[in-house]
Nanobody
């Protein structure tokens, strides 16, 4: 069974940076993707970044390009999301998720991700 544990969230001033981590276990799939999603209070969950295990290619939500950087260390089964120039609107619970049958069009489709962590809270103060 896949297990995902996020860490690295916290309370940060606007303009600061954070690096979120996702420690994964049970990744036995041939081609999978790891995604970062976020959910702000009262809003739907939205994908912000994902990484394909086949070639480490990354995809970003248009609104976060230039500030969010995803990377992964498959040997350590750890995946990261660095967020620079944090804005109050980045405040959300950030979730790590795994799509076990990756296709590029799955990138930000919540329903395609079968495994989820419990999330880590990111709060950005003005």
């Amino acid at each position: 069974e896949v297990q995902l544990v996020e860490s690295g969230g916290g309370l940060v001033q606007a303009g600061g940076s954070l690096r979120l981590s996702c420690a994964a276990s049970g990744l036995t799939f041939d081609d999978y993707a790891v995604g970062w999603f976020r959910q702000a209070p009262g809003k739907e969950r939205e994908g912000v970044a994902c990484l394909s295990s086949s070639d480490d290619s990354t995809y970003y939500r248009e609104s976060v390009k230039g500030r969010f950087t995803m990377s992964g260390d498959k040997f350590k089964n750890t995946f990261y999301l660095r967020i620079d120039s944090l804005k109050p609107e980045d405040t959300a619970v950030y979730y790590c998720a795994v799509d076990p049958v990756w296709r590029s069009w799955h990138a930000f489709m919540v329903a395609e991700y079968d495994y989820w962590g419990r999330g880590t809270q990111v709060t950005v103060s003005s």
